[in-house]
């Protein structure tokens, strides 16, 4: 059976590979392939070796390791610990570093068969200073925050699944600029064991793919005890009546109308969930968190040189050193009380739609874009997808997000699989084959 590797999910060519329709070896070479052809273009790549990789496909072929992922191409972004891999951080502080032993969620995936192909370009610290990667779909337009090497390298097809973190929006922004699924779980339930920390009390294990599915599939390695999807032939949604979200893109909002209008039509209920009283201050209450923790989070690094971080970060700590303890446990008293006031009314919904940018991806390479419909209900560890989909054929991708109350994870999936069945966006929309990209 011939599978088109560029386009097929990592479910489908785990299970060629598992039939023995194909071989590990050949996955790789139509992986390398095509990240020699883009890769010039997209930069979604911090460290890259072909050989590694060949080398990774033979033990999958020779049965040195098997399992749910044996044969599919895994990009990591580079927070995660990689004991053959240099771990770098994008910070010339971390130049060459090579931990001792992979994180956990990067072993865990190895030995279910998945083949490495390499790391992904993050910005530096996972925080603000904006990395190498461009977006596939336009080149001078942004990729997203800190896992854009992640998203842009699935939509590019250099891998189908891809690891990255969100602190604020940085799984779901790059998903929705660049065109690739997303899932943020409920915080707490993925092992940060061997992650540099930013700001712990939002730092998420999360990953890109290119369906549902695919989501899943890597849930259910790395999320102990998930329970299975569940059925759900109606689903109850709800979408969001924020003021930040009303203000979003005219023809964005208009599309996600329109998606309510089909899920409508196809006997799914849509109820309209109004901002609550006191969300506007919750932005405010998320940035000083997560600069008080960031800045605690790069005490060596500070302590070592301070001239080595970026402006970016040198701004993170100079707000930090400006927040009192006082202001900063209120803040967390403030988004604790606010997420437990909302939470019963999401837990209501089997989802809750809103857009996951309120714009397509902006032209300019230097900022990444505001994360404000992502990072609150982020913060409040709320799980989240992001569906990617484009108003009309040749139009630039974006996201519609999709998210629930904590620990409804296999609901949320089972949610968003249906939601995707609906509106016909069932997989990654897709990227112009050979360059030149759009620029």
Not at 46 to 52: C, E, I, L
Not at 252 to 257: A, G
Not at 288 to 310: H, P, T
Request: aromatic share 8%; with cysteine; hydrophobic share 45%.
């Amino acid at each position: 059976m011939h599978v088109n590797f560029l386009t097929a999910t990592a479910t489908e060519i785990a299970h060629a590979v598992a039939r023995r329709d194909t071989t590990a070896e050949k996955v790789a070479r139509a992986f390398i392939a095509r990240v020699e052809e883009l890769e010039p273009y997209v930069h979604a790549f911090s460290w890259y070796d072909p050989q590694d990789i060949l080398r990774q496909a033979d033990e999958i072929d020779r049965g040195e390791r098997g399992g749910p992922l044996a044969g599919v191409p895994l990009g990591v972004k580079d927070v995660f610990d990689t004991r053959d891999i240099p771990t770098e951080f994008f910070s010339p502080i971390y130049a060459g570093n090579k931990p001792s032993r992979d994180a956990a969620v990067v072993a865990r995936l190895r030995a279910m068969g998945a083949i490495v192909m390499g790391k992904t370009a993050t910005t530096e610290f996972a925080f603000m200073h904006t990395g190498p990667t461009r977006n596939p779909h336009d080149l001078d337009r942004t990729p997203g925050s800190s896992s854009a090497g992640s998203a842009a390298g699935v939509a590019a097809g250099f891998f189908p699944l891809a690891l990255g973190t969100q602190t604020a929006g940085s799984l779901l922004k790059p998903a929705s600029f660049c065109g690739a699924f997303a899932y943020k779980p409920s915080f707490g339930l993925v092992s940060m064991e061997g992650i540099k920390p930013l700001a712990p009390a939002f730092d998420t294990v999360g990953w890109f793919g290119r369906s549902v599915e695919d989501l899943a599939r890597v849930g259910r390695a790395l999320i102990a005890n998930l329970p299975s999807l569940p059925s759900l032939p109606r689903l109850r949604l709800a979408l969001v009546r924020s003021r930040r979200s009303e203000t979003s893109d005219g023809a964005l909002r208009s599309y996600l109308e329109a998606v309510c209008g089909q899920l409508r039509a196809a006997g799914h209920i849509v109820d309209d969930l109004e901002e609550p009283v006191g969300f506007g201050s919750s932005y405010e209450d998320h940035r000083i968190v997560n600069d008080a923790q960031g800045a605690r989070s790069l005490a060596f690094e500070r302590e070592l040189d301070i001239e080595l971080l970026s402006e970016e970060a040198k701004a993170m700590i100079a707000h930090a050193d400006e927040v009192s303890w006082e202001a900063e446990r209120a803040a967390q008293q403030r988004l604790s009380g606010l997420r437990n006031a909302i939470e019963p009314v999401v837990a209501a919904y089997d989802g809750v739609l809103d857009l996951s940018t309120a714009s397509v991806a902006p032209v300019g390479l230097i900022s990444t874009g505001p994360s404000d419909l992502i990072k609150v209900w982020s913060g409040f560890g709320f799980p989240q997808v992001n569906l990617p989909v484009q108003a009309g054929p040749g139009e630039l991708p974006f996201g519609l997000q999709l998210f629930a109350a904590r620990y409804d994870d296999a609901r949320l999936l089972a949610s968003a699989s249906s939601v995707a069945r609906c509106i016909g966006a069932a997989r990654v929309p897709p990227l112009p084959i050979s360059p030149p990209l759009r620029t």
